[in-house]
T-cell receptor, first 118, second 112 residues
Framework: EAGVAQSPRYKIIEKRQSVAFWCNPISGHATLYWYQQILGQGPKLLIQFQNNGVVDDSQLPKDRFSAERLKGVDSTLKIQPAKLEDSAVYLC????????????????FGPGTRLTVL | ELKVEQNPLFLSMQEGKNYTIYCNYS?????LYWYRQDPGKSLESLFV?????AVKQEGRLMASLDTKARLSTLHITAAVHDLSATYFCAVDMKEYGNKLVFGAGTILRVKS
């Protein structure tokens, strides 16, 4: 079974530039998550989709970050404009979990995109 | 707001020794996950704990969950160098759409 795919793996940009990340979840997984992991910290949830609807975006800095999952499969996360503090690894994860049902919310993570903002 | 605290944050141990990593959380939850992360790599699922009293074992690692104490432990038996990695616990907030809140991670270094 193919895992969660992400691209690019690495990206270096200057502050105030824009950047986009792409994620393809495991086939059949309804729920997709974007996390930000700053060096030395645990992942922090940015946004959670169930199918193509947003479940939780309470920690997404909406003045500069946006995300979409138009057909309920692939997703893109965009930062515009980037700041120095956005330097981090952006992880995409997916799970079978449906809201309100099922007990196992085990999430499977992609390899991540390491963003450096200069 | 849910807080997840791991301790220790850094653990250096000799091969062959035993040790326990603790994960405390601040609200009710009966689902907790342990992940491993190698340097520069993504997170790998280790254990899924879905009820009070759950215990899972894989090789030299054993995880348990006490929902009444809001505590999970990851016990390492007879450590080997290959276990060196960062270990995260993550608590499932099902009432918030199955949001996972991660601890800060425990960096484990096993010295030979």
């Amino acid at each position: 079974e193919a895992g969660v795919a992400q691209s690019p793996r690495y990206k270096i940009i200057e502050k105030r530039q824009s950047v986009a990340f792409w994620c393809n979840p495991i086939s059949g997984h309804a729920t997709l998550y974007w996390y930000q992991q700053i060096l030395g910290q645990g992942p922090k949830l940015l946004i959670q989709f169930q199918n193509n609807g947003v479940v939780d975006d309470s920690q997404l800095p909406k003045d500069r970050f946006s995300a979409e999952r138009l057909k309920g499969v692939d997703s893109t996360l965009k930062i515009q404009p980037a700041k120095l503090e956005d330097s981090a690894v952006y992880l995409c994860a997916s799970s079978l979990a449906q809201r309100g049902g099922g007990r196992n919310n085990e999430q499977f993570f992609g390899p991540g995109t390491r963003l450096t903002v200069l | 707001e849910l807080k997840v605290e791991q301790n220790p944050l850094f653990l250096s141990m000799q091969e062959g020794k035993n040790y326990t990593i603790y994960c405390n959380y601040s609200t009710t939850s009966d689902r907790l996950y342990w992940y491993r992360q190698d340097p520069g790599k993504s997170l790998e699922s280790l254990f899924v704990l879905l009820s009070n009293g759950a215990v899972k074992q894989e090789g030299r690692l054993m995880a348990s969950l006490d929902t009444k104490a809001r505590l999970s432990t990851l016990h390492i038996t007879a450590a080997v160098h290959d276990l060196s990695a960062t270990y995260f616990c993550a608590v499932d907030m099902k009432e918030y759409g199955n949001k996972l809140v991660f601890g800060a991670g425990t960096i484990l270094r096993v010295k030979s």
